[in-house]
């Protein structure tokens, strides 16, 4: 079988956290403390175009992993690697009495009290340069928020458990029923290619979304998930 691509909008639904709903967040001196790497999560209306041509954007619900070094801000791709290429200072974002980063050139002020990224009126002037889309009616509101990913100096935080994925375009398939009454086990086999993660869901009744089961493969994790009536937990 073939399955579609996930479109932005159904990466958008997978974000199960409510913003409003969290209420602890790292200090300003967490953030940019050595050796430590933050998740910053976009929650805009819609993407944001870099230069001119628009081929390069910012997605409304982008999630990627930050880290201060060496002066600079960088930001990760897709799969969670650095590069250098990556690093930007702009809007005087290496003064961090500021409390400013730049994820990609796009200038944010922090606010420790939420845990959110504001576009000021300064960020706006530095940032319009480089994503010129940018709107004069966005300065002054939230366009991300921002939550610890890793550190073993730091004490963790109490907060919600991260958003789970959800699959989209769900295809399913009588051919790879397995009889829950055959006792020895079963195993299933496949052959599968994608360009991100891969998911196999098992279910006693498919239209039931509190009986899944499901796999998520990908470069840099395995991870089973279970469906409940309200959340979906990893287990």
Known sequence: MQIPECTSQDRASEVSDDFLAITAFPAWKEVTQANTTIRVTFDMENDLARGMDGAVKIQKNMTREVRFKRG?????????????????????TAQL???????????LSYNSKDGSLELSDQDFNES????????????GFPLARVSRKHSDSLTP???NPPAAPKPCNVKWSNALRLDPTTTGGRCLHFTASSAGDLFV??????????????????VNKVAIYKVDKTSIYLI
């Open 201 to 218: 869901i098992f279910a006693t009744v498919p239209s039931k979304r509190s009986t899944w089961y499901y796999v998520q493969m990908g």
């Open 72 to 92: 600079r801000w960088f930001t990760a791709d897709e799969n969670g690697k650095f590069h250098m290429y990556s690093g930007y200072r702009n809007g005087k």
């Open 97 to 107: 009495k500021k409390q400013k980063l730049s994820i990609f050139g796009l200038v």
């Open 157 to 159: 935080l109490k907060r």
């Open 128 to 139: 319009k340069k480089i994503y010129p889309t940018l709107r004069e009616e966005m300065i």
